[in-house]
């Protein structure tokens, strides 16, 4: 049994899934993947609209990375076509051309430009798309089009992978004294890791915004969400998230209206995120890093994210063993300035380190109330400064080794 | 069953330690593991020695390294004094003065200066030093010490803690024409990082240097040995390795006599890096990350490093799995400029990916091939620039997560 987030306002009944008006939905099955489940995402605006696309930083990129890099931002995108099953990474020009081929098509049938698409894909790395068996899934795909909240989850449900569930959420909100919705789903469950987008995702919002708005927002919402998470800390070749507006050439809004969809598009995306990582491969519970008393918020950052990847801080969450010693100890290797004397530290709020001193605990006790959490809560005071920040990451366990070693052969 | 590396010139026979005339060595049992096993360690130098430590970079760092980088360097060093079962770390101003006294009960014994002595703890965090048993530990290590192999071996077994073996090396080498001998031991499994000394480790040797040539003899040394493996990339708090040479306050080499020692040196102690990694907790096999093309070698080393560290990487060795995929892909978040057109990878000897294409193998009998190898050798070209370097690392198995997840409750 897999954990879901216990305080995730998302549902996978259909009926709370709030659509913005002017996309559709579609997920097919071309034979991608062996198992026979559905391999083909197909998302259109009706009309051409404001997107933007933020993609892996790794420098080995899969071949439709380069086209959402090419193509974003736009003031007239149409679709996003995402295949699972095969990543189309590290295939060479093939892989090129196959990532080309898999935008023309569906270009040709909306009647748009090629670079009015985005591609994304996620799978195996190294082996040639099976290009056959893609067109067909984009064929069905178009035979399956529409706008309810099933063919949303179908779209969904056809970018999994090692996807335990899938993964989407959905709010209604307002900006500028105006009413508006968003939807966005996202895959991912291994080489989940910071530093940029960490997976497939794609969020589709009735909110206009310009051209120019649109990239830099799409950035505040990744680094607020998708970038404080990580399963395993090994970046993909493949992340990318996309954001299609209901904004085209003529939108704007002010910034004061924009920070508002901003800041409604980070708490449903980190919603997501949470999503992600209470799904890592092998998980059984998720933590919160929460880290305060640093110099500056990034500094916080830098040492949550290294308390969260560090292998015996992950295994003594697993085991919901209170060792303290391995958290105060992987922020010391951090980087950032720490001042030992102002540090304290609380698991699932009772204090076991303070001010450079142990405190004597009821392990015990402590350890059962870490066994029974879904998301295990970690704050970490380390000095007197004004700077904090957050970050999430699943446990690992014997069953992500297992997984792990046993993937191809 | 452990492995040990197979090109490992390290014996468990007593008859072939090459021991440096000039220093006595006791293991000794003071009580402070539950088991009972040894865990009082002492070497002695007949004579006040030139010595240097290098220490965690960890800002979480133990009392007993306080002390050790108080009195590094020094031309009048007579002993180093280690306990195992508890780190002395986490432990307050309790721990501070607790370090103190170990180190000037052993100073009062040979009536020399407190500074004289090198003090080292490892074991738990964030429990108070017993000091009565160390106290007890001390007094039965004086009485044990000798100049044998017998007593060289039970100072190296008092210093382990989680090591399912004793580590330790010894050779015989020519620096100007003259004939010298170093033996070097050291302990850990768990806990084990990048950038710095990386465990507890001594080595001792009869070659003079200076007091200035003593400190970064070892400081080159340890850069080319222990900063070059990973068990689990968690940087400990207590880390410390300790050079006591065969100098005294008149000696000085010449560089190019210098250069030989740190050669000569730095093959031994990579040796036993190596055998730091073979016995990484729950390890069954270790690989070596070979980088070339870099831009420099510092860059190779951090792609090196970064493909060593992944999980993904490191459950792929576990598997016997040429999934060269995240092999290529951790080198592309690593960070260095990476040429992928000029990239290419062999996998024991048989390359998977040529020039940023894949490769067609035979991956049933290359993942054979993996499986029944103690040391899976990577060798990775990124590109056409001269930067080169290695890196060592544990492979991650379900019995890491086990041993990790069970540690302390």
Redesign the interface.
């Known amino acids: 049994m897999k954990p879901t987030p216990s305080d995730s306002e998302v549902s996978q009944s259909t009926s709370e899934i709030l659509l913005p008006a002017g996309f559709r939905f579609a997920g097919a099955t071309g034979g991608i993947k062996a198992s026979g489940k559905p391999d083909v995402s197909l998302i259109v605006s009706d009309k051409p609209c404001v997107a933007a696309a933020v993609t892996t ?5 899969a071949a439709p990375v380069t086209l959402c890099r090419e193509r974003s931002p736009t003031a007239k995108c149409r679709a996003v076509i995402t295949n699972s099953g095969n ?1 189309n ?4 020009r093939q892989g090129d051309l196959d990532a080309i081929q898999m935008g023309s098509v569906v270009a040709d049938r909306l009647e748009c430009e090629a670079e009015d698409v985005f591609v994304m894909s996620t799978g ?4 040639p798309l099976p290009m056959a068996k893609v067109l067909v899934g984009i064929e069905n795909a178009f035979g399956n089009l529409g706008d309810s909240a099933e063919h949303f989850i179908a779209a969904n449900d056809a970018i999994c992978t090692t996807d335990a569930y899938r993964k989407n959420v959905s709010i209604a909100f307002e900006a500028g004294g105006q009413s508006y919705r968003l939807a966005a789903m996202c895959k991912g469950a ?2 989940i ?1 910071p ?1 940029m987008a960490t997976m497939l995702g794609v969020v589709v919002t009735d909110f206009p915004m310009s051209i120019e708005q649109a990239p830099q927002a799409l950035r505040r919402i990744t680094e607020r969400s998708f970038n404080r998470v990580s399963v ?6 493949n992340d990318t998230v996309v954001l299609m507006t209901g904004g085209d050439e003529q939108s704007v809004v002010t910034d004061e209206v924009l920070d508002e969809f901003v800041a409604a598009a980070s708490d449903a995306c980190l919603e997501l995120a949470k999503l992600l990582v209470a799904d890592g491969e092998g998980a059984v519970r998720f933590f919160e890093v929460a880290v305060e008393g640093a110099m500056s918020d990034a500094d916080a950052l830098t040492i949550a994210q290294t308390v969260a ?5 992950k ?2 969450i ?9 958290i ?6 951090a980087g950032p ?2 001042d ?1 004397a102002n ?1 304290s530290l609380t698991i699932e709020g009772v204090t076991v ?1 303070e001010n ?3 405190v004597t605990i009821d ?2 006790k402590l ?1 059962e109330t870490m066994k029974s959490a879904v998301e295990v809560k970690l704050r970490l005071t380390v000095g007197t400064g004004s700077g904090a920040s957050e970050y999430w990451s699943s446990d ?3 069953d ?3 997984f ?6």
Chains 1, 2 share one sequence.
């Open positions: 930083t790794n420098q080995v990129f990543a990474a590290c295939t060479g195996v790395i190294g082996q291994g080489m890791a530093n395993d800390g090994h970046m993909s070749t990847a560090s292998p015996l801080v295994t003594a697993t085991g919901g063993d209170p060792n303290w010693g391995r105060v100890s992987a922020a010391g290797y300035k720490m030992v540090t380190f450079g001193q142990p392990a015990a350890s690992l366990t014997v992500y080794v297992r792990n070693s046993l993937y191809t052969t």
